[in-house]
């Protein structure tokens, strides 16, 4: 039995070369399927990955309670002193709690060879941020100073927006304040924003209270015993979430409506290609008729036929996912850019991703396709009379 | 046209390879209706906008608050007709997924500016007249069951009210409508009174988010701007004017190339396509040799029958382009309901015109190799080698 499928498989194998048109149907139908699926879903793992790897579980990020994101969120500075002082806040060496107050707003900043306006962060922080968030750490130029109108920017911000180098001036409030550095996160979402000194930036908006504070606590596990402070505390209405849970719950709206794009066209191509299958498959068993009745003859049993033409359409449709899944990897993998995130108003950049798991899931697709579109027109040839069969010639 | 029944019959040889050829066509046209009314969907804000029209915001973002004593200085500029403001309250209703915005707004204005909007005067005067009243398009009354005088519950993301509490409730006064249905993604929000909003809210009193104005001269949209950003320079409250149109467009450009990833995306698949058909037709054509070569026989010239293979090839794409364009007009309402932000998703004129152009290249395009064949035909060969 095994013998025979390998002899039938080896068969129809080797006569591909001289109906390569039609196999190429299948290839060609599956690369495009598979290439515009993987494309489309490394899209949506790219953004929700920078939202999702965004934070630290042992850090905390308070904002008023009913707040969605840190734009319309509002932390008095009296809360924000109380709230450092709560249990569980890990303390820096001199003994100061790890918490900073942070301000979140947003300006206009074009995008290369653009003069559209986008929402880049504004995230007005202290010097210390750099201790609060240990992943952050400057890459050119240096902090901006206390008190003073300056500006590091995020590396992915300066890669996708213009006059964001070290010299340039960028509209923050009153006027263009100088870039002093750039600072990168790992590829987290804060490489998107720009970072200026809080107090400065309270003199140049005239805003007294923080958006959100950021806490490091003293571990993972001192989160609900910090949650549970903030929360019964009667002076506060405040939420506290983990930084991770909150940066994720970001990127919902935003990863479900491209990845669900990104199905929805698959499904749809799919089907498309698997016409395009059947239609080769046919083909492929009408061409050798007469070959296959002569093996049935010769005392081939149907199985044999069958497995041979679905390992046939299989090696195609696998073939075809290879193609579809290495363009989409040498064309989009590691492409960054930038959407507005309607969840948070603002700009955020990323990278597409290009996984493993996605070429997989290309290769389930292209295999699932092969399959059907194999089964039917093989079902046809093992069921073909042989008598009738070779008088066809 | 008197070859038709033969191309008909040509057409329907192998009736399972033309179904299943045909069916891949008819599957890259509903992609196509599908994907170019989601793109139009988020272009009709720029192509609908009113070119006398211009927002002021504030200058370095839309998110900064304006005070509300710039509604007066706006109005009397010169050119200025009517001025009306909005505010975002970025609240939501029940919960976060069930997204639309809410503006607080001084209710006459905003529809005498938004003259594209239709109110029945009565439910127009009780949302001017009632402190806790809200409108609602049609389409978020449809998707949410709401009828006139439900109280609509909306848990505030932004502004508490005095007492801290999130839970605004509003009651519903009026239910409008835009003039041209394509427009109806354009204004699909909830309006409450800005009066009432203010007085309630916890903080920022006195101010708003932007400004709406109605100029007179379309042709001094630029030079209104200029002069109102004027006003306000060098004022703790900068302003940044823009007409509408560019206003919607930056706004879109924020997005990124959505056009462009649907513009890939159709790429792909009609090349895919291309190749898939082209091979059918051709494969359909060395079969047919020998019938060919009869006809020609029989003496019809080779420009008849280039003329029936590139009929053949026509036919099945153009009915494949109508059934698949069919299938997406009869798709997109259902569509259109689910998809907060899409309620004017539709096939215009323009996308069933290119796309019967798309049919037509894409016919000469995979006909014209085998109708070239069939032209060339030398009948003995032919004749001698499918005997």
Known sequence: MIQQIYAVTAMNLRSIPSRLGTSAVIVIGIAGVVGVMVALLAMGAGFQATLASTGEDDRAIVMRSGSLDELSSVVIREHAAILAEAPGVASNSAGEPLAIGELFMLTNVAKHDAVEPNNV????????????????????????????????????????????????????????????????????????????????????????????VTVQLEDAASFTTFKDAITSDPRLKLQVQREPDYYASRSEAMGQMITGLG???????????????????????????????TLRALGFGSVPVVISVLLEALVLALLGALIGGALAYLFFNGYSVSTLNFQTFSQVAFAFRVSGALLVQGMIVACLIGLVGGLFPAVRAARMPVADALRAS | MKYLPLVWAALWRRKPRTILTMLSVVVAFLLYGLLTAVNAAFNTGVELSGADRLVTTGKYSITQVLPYGYWQQVKNMDGVEQVTFASWFGGYYQEEFNFFPQFPVDPQSYFDVYSELTIDEDQLRAFVTTRTGAVVSKTLADRYGWSLGDRIPITAGIWPLADGSNSWEFDLVGIFDTRDPAARSQHEYMLMQHEYFDEARQFGQGTVGWFISQIRDPEQAGQIAQAIDAQFANSPNE???????????????????????IQSILGAVFFTLLFLTGNTMMQSVRERIGELAVLKTIGFSGGSLLMIVLAEALLLTLMAALIGLGLAAFLLPGLAENMPGFSGLALDLEAWITALLLALLLALIVGLPPALRAQRLSIVDALSEHA
Not at chain 1, 162 to 183: K, N, Y
Not at chain 1, 190 to 202: G, N, P, Q, T, Y
Not at chain 1, 269 to 283: K, Q, R
Not at chain 2, 247 to 255: A, D, T, V
């Open chain 1, 121 to 212: 962060v504004v995230r007005g922080t202290t010097p210390q941020v750099l201790n609060l968030r240990h992943e952050a750490r400057l890459v050119e130029g240096r902090m901006f100073q206390p008190g003073v109108r300056e500006v590091v920017v995020g590396i992915g911000a300066q890669r996708q927006f213009s006059g964001l180098q070290i010299g340039d001036l960028v509209e923050v409030r009153e006027g263009a304040w100088p870039i002093v550095g750039v600072f990168e996160t790992g590829g987290d979402v804060h490489e998107s924003e720009i970072w200026v000194d809080r107090e400065a930036l309270v003199t140049a908006s005239r805003r007294s209270a923080w958006n959100s």
């Open chain 1, 263 to 293: 199905y929805t066209v698959a499904v749809i191509m799919g089907i498309g290609a698997l016409f395009g299958a059947l239609n080769t498959m046919y083909a492929a068993v009408a061409t050798r008729t007469v070959e296959i009745a």
């Open chain 2, 239 to 261: 302003t940044r004017s823009d007409t509408e149109k560019a206003f919607n467009q930056s706004f879109l450009k924020q997005m990124g190339d959505i056009g462009l990833i």
